[in-house]
């Protein structure tokens, strides 16, 4: 099953991004308006600047243009100062000057053709435009063109200011609206993130029950949940209801197939035990290879169900402590020594007789072919699988007879007692359970067994 993003993670992200978008539009919406309430404010300040330079402008007797007032900026007095005025007459298609504020000391407002075009043909409308200033400085300026009352004469005025400081305002201001939005930014995402894990919480309380019921902590979800949820958790309590009736029936049918079995396979070792004829003798080998084969399938065929039901947890300790000591028994004449190392808190996850079947057959195997000692090690491997290992120091193996030894019924040697099966059973076993077995030379001498097989889980808190 593919792994994708989780919910929360997407959630998460799509929130984020949304919320960045809305932030940065605020951003720039509220820089742009500040920046045109700025120029607003600025165009607003020239144009009464040059509306009261066309009321004060007046012509004497010789011809000459006065002011009967001055503008009352002091900024206008100081030279180059950035805030400046100028009166321009049109002769013969071209502006000449006439008066000036004393901001522009001896220099003077370049006006384009184009500029002065447009305001003479739109008379008395504000022209704005940015251009440089006396001192190479930008300036934004505001003209208008009057024609005087009972004069032919157009007036070109102009009232320009630096716009740096203006800029300078915008540019604070955009700081401060990107400081105060990032900082509002950062505490919305930790609210979404927050809000995210509450609302998603009932799923990782249902995620630990389900994980629960598999590693055998409980036998059903059993937590209160939100009525989104509800249903899913009575479907999974179904669900596990109608695993448990399965398998409770398969181990049924196992038992009544195993007695149907036996009982006819029974009969007939013991008539062809009556008779010394050769078709007796065939009859009993064959029967006796029956109950061999049933018995075997039989118990893969149990084994293979209960692997598959949820919940089963064996420690692993105490089965090992168990099979060892009932070896020692067994093989008291060959007086084998038998070392067992088990992990602490080591659990099988699977049933304690399929536990007790692969270790009996591995430690069983190692008692027969050793010369006098068993090592038996239990650990934690990689993800969360037990590796059994069972070393002994007898003749071993070569590769083909590895092999050879997991086929089933193969025997390497008739002389000595059991049905060939023992390896066989436990490859079978593992394989039920998802696990592997592995032969390899032992550093004792013999043979090594490493045998594969799922740990469970410890419960953890939610």
């Not at 200033?133 to 005025?157: N, S, W, Y």
């Not at 193969?410 to 394989?431: C, H, M, Y």
């Amino acid at each position: 099953m593919k792994n994708n993003a989780s919910i929360a993670r997407r959630l998460t992200l799509g929130a984020g991004l949304w919320s960045a978008a809305l932030l940065v539009a605020g951003a720039l919406i509220l820089t742009t308006q500040y920046r045109q309430a700025v120029h607003r404010v600025a165009d607003e300040r020239f144009s009464a600047v040059v509306d009261s330079l066309a009321v004060y402008a007046e012509t004497g007797e010789d011809g000459t243009m006065f002011l009967t007032r001055i503008p009352g900026d002091p900024r206008f007095e100081r030279a180059f100062s950035g805030h400046y005025w100028q009166i321009a007459k049109i002769v013969d298609g071209s502006p000449r000057i006439v008066l000036r504020s004393d901001s522009l000391f001896d220099a003077e407002l370049e006006l384009n053709e184009q500029l002065l075009l447009d305001a003479n043909v739109n008379r008395g409308q504000a022209i704005k435009q940015s251009m440089p200033g006396p001192l190479d400085e930008p300036m934004r300026t505001l003209t208008k063109a009057f024609q005087l009352p009972d004069q032919a004469t157009v007036l070109i005025i102009t009232a320009a200011a630096d716009r740096r400081p203006g800029d300078q305002e915008i540019s604070r201001f955009r700081l401060a609206v990107v400081g105060v939005l990032g900082m509002f930014g950062v505490g919305l995402l930790l609210g979404i993130f927050f809000q995210i894990r509450y609302g998603l919480k009932p799923l990782y309380q249902m995620e630990q029950e389900v994980a629960d019921v598999r590693e055998g902590y409980s036998e059903e979800i059993k937590g209160s949940y939100p009525k989104e949820l509800l249903a899913l958790a009575t479907e999974l309590n179904t669900l596990l209801r109608h695993n448990k009736e399965i398998v409770a029936r398969a181990r049924t049918h196992v038992g009544n197939l195993a007695h149907a079995l036996k009982t006819p396979i029974s009969v007939i070792l013991n008539e062809s035990a009556g008779s010394s004829s050769k078709f007796s003798k065939i009859v009993q080998r064959q029967a006796s290879s029956m109950a061999t084969q049933v018995d075997h399938h039989l118990r893969r065929a149990s084994a293979a169900t209960r692997a598959q039901a949820l919940g089963a947890r064996t420690p692993v300790e105490t089965s090992v402590t168990d099979i060892c000591r009932t070896m020692k028994r067994l093989f008291s004449t060959k007086n084998i020594e038998i070392q067992s190392s088990v992990s602490n808190d080591l659990v099988f996850r699977g049933e304690k007789q399929d536990l007790d079947e692969l270790l009996g057959n591995l430690l069983e195997n190692a008692c027969k072919w050793t010369k006098s000692r068993v090592v038996v090690t239990a650990r934690l491997g990689d993800n969360q699988r037990i590796e059994i290992i069972v070393d002994d120091d007898g003749r071993g193996l070569n590769k083909q007879e590895r092999g050879m030894v997991i086929k089933r019924g193969e025997r390497l040697d008739e002389a000595t007692p059991g049905s060939g099966l023992g390896l066989s059973i436990v490859n079978d076993l593992a394989g039920a359970y998802g696990g592997k077995l592995k032969l390899e030379k032992s550093p004792l001498g013999g043979l090594r067994v490493k045998l594969d097989i799922p740990a469970a889980g410890r419960r953890s808190a939610i």
